[in-house]
């Protein structure tokens, strides 16, 4: 291979062959340098793959496509797809699991696009109990919600979502972004859009309704395990703190008694050595 640069004096020289008949154009080799050149290749290369890791993670996911509110508030943008769960890099379990997933997510879909909300969010809740992270659920619930007329609920739904996103966009649920990067094309929202259009859109739509009023939805099942694990927690500090360092207090104090007494291990009442009977209770002293 040869590299040429062709060169013209009069470009290189204005002004000096002007008028001048140009001499025949000159043809200068460049030196050859393939290691170079191999080198150079392999850095694009090496770059290019670097570059195009993440991006082969972010797979279908639009991230940061700006979208029309009459876009965002819609459910046809959520996408799923059930073939390419077999893709996702989890065992067979989680694929199984996943699998489930989007045939819920998809079932609701399809019924919110038949206008058969409340059955769109029984199919929306079952997928969120299977990836409780996925924001997505959340969105649905609410935009099916407040189809359905109940934007107090819409809007709670609407509150998690945002949460959940935020955490996501955080970088909090990374195995998330690799499962929804394979399994969907949907758009991904920014946080602050997200926030934005949600904010407007309760306020113009819902009499000035303020999102910083609205409280999240706690599932009920995660209130319940939250009330279980409160209670547990509770349990076992009681039991520790008030049965058995009490007991051991107790155990600590018959097996090191005072001089010249001993301690009933019946009623723990002290007892002169004189005495073989526990004064407190009639338990005669066992000796040790
Ligand atoms: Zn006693």
Not at 52 to 74: I, Q, V
Request: aromatic content about 14%.
């Amino acid at each position: 291979m040869k590299f040429k640069v062709f060169i013209r004096s009069a470009a290189l020289n204005p002004g000096v062959n002007d008028g001048v008949k140009c001499k025949p154009p000159q043809y200068v080799p460049l030196p050859k340098k393939p290691r170079a050149l191999a080198r150079g290749v392999l850095k694009g290369f090496i770059s290019l793959c670097l570059l195009s890791f993440p991006a082969f993670f972010a797979g279908r996911l639009c991230a940061d496509a700006p979208m029309e509110p009459k876009e965002f508030f819609t459910h046809d943008r959520f996408v799923f797809h059930r073939e390419d769960v077999v893709k996702v890099p989890v065992n067979r379990k989680g694929q199984e699991d996943l699998g489930v997933f989007v045939d819920r997510m998809n079932a609701g879909l399809s019924l919110f696009g038949d206008g058969d909300y409340a059955g769109a969010i029984k199919y929306f809740g079952g997928a969120s109990r299977i990836w409780p992270e996925y924001f997505g659920c959340d969105f649905l619930t609410a935009l099916a919600y407040e189809k359905a007329g109940d934007i107090r609920l819409g809007a709670r739904f609407y509150k998690s979502y945002l949460i959940k996103l935020e955490n996501f966009r955080n970088g909090k649920y990374a195995m998330s972004m690799q499962m929804l990067s394979v399994i969907s094309s949907e758009r991904l929202e920014t946080y602050e859009y997200a926030e934005d259009n949600i904010r407007k859109h309760l306020f113009t739509g819902y009499g000035g309704m303020d999102l910083d009023k609205v409280r999240p939805v706690v599932r009920v099942e995660e209130f319940i395990i939250y009330l279980l694990s409160l209670a547990a927690f509770i349990a076992l500090y009681y039991y520790v703190f008030g049965v058995l360092v009490p007991h051991f207090k107790r155990l600590h104090r018959a097996n090191h008694p005072p001089e010249g007494f001993w301690v009933c291990r019946k009623c723990w009442a002290g007892n002169p050595t004189l005495s073989n009977e526990c004064l407190e209770c009639g338990r005669i002293r066992v000796p040790k």
